[in-house]
């Protein structure tokens, strides 16, 4: 069995007793917490997961990362007219 979720934007991949569970991260939105400060940052990259299963019962699950262009990203939202755009786009890298 394998339960998939989300909303956390953060990858995982764990077993549990007979089960596998699985996040798949954010495509959109992915970040890491500072280890210091405890504070969220926006990261480059989006976050996916491959999932193969084949006839032959063997089950594979590849975590992956995609560089996203974050100027694009940012620039984009700034254009957008989204309310607070502004702090939004300081938790992006620069």
Not at 17 to 36: H, T
Not at 74 to 92: F, K
């Amino acid at each position: 069995q394998i339960y998939a979720g989300g909303h956390t934007h953060q990858q995982m991949l764990r077993r549990y007793c007979d089960a596998i569970i699985l996040n798949p991260g954010s495509v959109g939105m992915a970040y890491e917490l500072d280890r210091q400060t405890g504070e969220a940052r926006n990261v480059g990259w989006a976050e996916y997961a491959m999932i193969d299963a084949a006839k032959s019962g063997q089950l594979q699950i590849d975590l992956r990362r995609l560089p996203v262009e974050v100027n694009i990203i940012v620039q984009n939202a700034l254009a957008s007219g989204m309310p607070r755009a502004e702090e939004w786009a300081e938790h992006w890298p620069k």
